[in-house]
């Protein structure tokens, strides 16, 4: 299992301090003014593998900052099928989707949008760890059930989807996607995808709430 926060804004801070000079180092700018007893801040290898979502704590840092565990850590009782897709948007709010059965036959979905402490929705102003998730749309699942959501699973084998697929950027999307299905559990990571499985399964969570703030999808 995987886990960090390395949410959008959050690679490109580091990408922008690695590129400054003398940063990695711990040296400061030429003319900087620095106190004797000023300690020299560096950005440790531990920081900058959390960074990455191969680090093995990169899903439960991930969850971590919006007050939540993985799936495994979190069960909730008598739920038969739970799947879980957090969305985290470039410049916008990060949004949570849950789908959970309690019976084949009679579900929940709903949306949750993370606010900030100042009430915004911004990024930059619901920062990680800073604000509280807030229910958009609440919505019952009756029949078909259970079954049309475990026929995506396995139409689009997700349950054999790698948890990373390599791609990684700076200004786009983080997707997670963690899935409790027929007694497994499967997580998977992926950065503004094009293309997949993956992203497949995700957009059919998305479009159930379209007309809510779940637009445009990135």
Do not use: C
Not at 62 to 91: A, D
Not at 104 to 129: A, C, D, H
Not at 139 to 157: A, K, T, V
């Amino acid at each position: 299992m995987h886990s960090s926060h390395r949410g959008p804004g959050f690679t490109y801070l580091v990408a922008v301090l690695l590129l400054t000079p003398g940063f990695a180092s711990g040296q400061r700018p030429s003319g900087a003014q620095t106190r004797a007893d000023e300690p020299v801040t560096t950005l440790s290898a531990e920081a900058l593998a959390q960074a990455d979502p191969r680090h093995p704590d990169f899903l439960r840092k991930k969850l971590g900052y919006y007050g939540l565990l993985p799936l495994t850590e979190s069960p909730k009782s008598g739920f038969v099928e739970h799947y879980r897709f957090l969305w985290e948007r470039w410049r916008r709010p990060a949004v949570l989707i849950e789908v959970e059965y309690q019976t084949p036959l009679k579900g929940t979905y709903r949306v949750m949008v993370w606010k900030g402490t100042s009430g915004q929705t911004s990024i930059w102003e619901g920062w990680p760890g800073k604000g509280s998730w807030v229910v958009e749309k609440t919505r019952s699942l009756d029949g078909p059930g259970i079954e049309g959501f475990q026929m995506m699973i396995d139409r689009w084998h997700l349950v054999d989807e790698p948890w990373y697929d390599g791609r990684d950027g700076f200004d786009g999307s983080d997707w997670l996607l963690e899935l409790v299905s027929r007694n497994r559990h499967h997580a998977m990571y992926r950065w503004s995808p094009e293309t997949g499985n993956v992203r497949a399964f995700a957009v059919q969570l998305i479009e159930m709430g379209i007309d809510s703030v779940l637009v445009p999808i990135e």
